[in-house]
């Protein structure tokens, strides 16, 4: 992405046709400064020009995919940094409060505990922080 250089209504151009009326082709001046141009026809004359603005303050459609592939990579990653996280909190913690060993398969175990740990955290928020009265009973 470039910083934008051009004011908000000057990055958008009607491409003029020798037809009447609102141009259908419009050349956009993208956020990410790519210039694209736009075939508007199906949306209505009158709101062309507002759609042309519109499309300006985005970026343009392969810079909006590759941000979008981005971010959903690093939103994987990010996602898989917290599960490890938490797991590593929800082992200490059960260790330090000598939780009993959850049983099962060891998929479920790391997402049991992480549960558990969760819950219990909830629980606590519920009873100390914020004072409510909770009834809760621990199947074990
Ligand atoms: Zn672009």
């Known amino acids: 992405m470039k910083p934008q250089t051009s004011g908000p209504t000057s990055n958008v151009t009607p491409i003029k046709r020798n037809s009447p009326g609102v141009s259908t082709h419009w050349t956009v001046e993208h956020a ?3 210039r694209v141009d736009h075939d508007l026809s199906n949306r209505p004359a009158d709101k062309r020009a507002g ?17 979008r592939d981005a971010d959903s990579a690093s939103k994987e990653k990010w ?22 060993q959850l049983e099962g398969p060891a998929k479920a175990l790391d997402w049991g505990e992480r549960s558990r740990h969760q819950l219990m955290m909830a629980a606590h928020t519920a009873l100390v922080v914020e004072g409510f009265s909770v009834k809760f009973s621990v199947l074990s």
């Open 32 to 34: 990410c400064s790519h």
């Open 51 to 67: 759609f042309a603005r519109w499309l300006a303050s985005k970026d343009c459609t392969d810079c909006w995919k590759a941000a």
């Open 79 to 100: 996602l898989a940094e917290k599960r490890a996280e938490e797991q590593e909190a929800a082992a200490a913690w059960a260790k330090q409060f000598d939780m009993p």
